[in-house]
């Protein structure tokens, strides 16, 4: 069936740092992706919408220049958490498909700031 | 806008027990509604969904929901529990016109042998 792979799994790094997540497609063209962070035992809380060859919509709240969105072909979506501080750690998942498909999530990103 | 209310945040069940976890939601539109479950450090996997025909909507690894419109409820229901079930489930919507997903606030099943 199809796959998003997301990539890394968990990342550690210093506070003042840009990290990069990457989110694909594997055996499906997703001309839509979601980038959704999750606080401990808590829900999925949408970041953005991600589409391809276009800009990214962000939900109110989120800083679109901290949180750069790329959707640069039809199998990747990045998001990269620029300037990263400790209150940025999470955990972040993507997903992709539409309504007559199921959403396929990735397996998230476990983000630590030190 | 959509909203979903999980009532339980947390349900302990004994092993080959009957759950069922409770899914409210609100909408001033027409909504389809899924159930997805998440184990730990992992993302979600789609355990069923109701777009539309019958009620009674039936998933994977034993679980079915049944989707009633007058009461705004998609309740999850599974017979009998494993151990493996234990996870936290998310309730969510969708507008029949969208693609957004908004997810409920999650119910932590913990399965006691």
């Known amino acids: 069936g199809a796959v998003v792979s997301q990539h890394p799994s968990w990342v550690i790094c210093k506070s003042g740092t840009s990290v990069k997540i990457e989110c694909r497609s594997l055996?499906?063209?997703?001309?839509?992706m979601f980038w959704y962070r999750q606080f401990p035992k808590q829900s999925l809380m949408l970041m953005a919408t991600s589409n391809e060859g276009s800009k990214a919509t962000y939900e109110q709240g989120v800083e679109k220049d901290k949180f750069l969105i790329n959707h640069a072909s039809l199998t990747l979506s990045t998001l990269t958490v620029t300037s990263a501080h400790p209150e940025d750690s999470s955990f972040y998942i993507c997903?992709?498909?539409?309504?007559?498909?199921?959403?396929?999530f990735g397996d998230g990103t476990r983000l630590s700031i030190l | 806008a959509q909203s979903v209310t999980q009532l339980d945040s947390q349900v302990p069940v004994f092993e080959e027990a009957p759950v069922e976890l409770r899914c409210n939601y609100s909408?001033?539109?027409?909504?389809?509604l899924f159930w997805y479950v998440q184990y730990p450090n992992q993302g979600l996997q789609l355990l069923l969904k109701y777009l539309s025909g019958s009620t009674l909507v039936k998933g994977i690894n034993g679980f079915e929901a049944e989707f009633n419109k007058s009461q705004t409820s998609f309740h999850l229901r599974k017979p009998s529990v494993h151990i493996s079930d234990t996870a936290e489930y998310f309730c969510a919507v969708m507008k029949a016109a969208g693609n957004k997903l908004t997810f409920g606030g999650g119910t932590r099943v913990l399965v006691k042998p």
């Open positions: 055996d499906f063209q997703a001309t839509t």
């Open positions: 909408s001033s539109v027409s909504v389809y």
């Open positions: 997903s992709s498909g539409t309504v007559d498909q199921p959403q396929h």
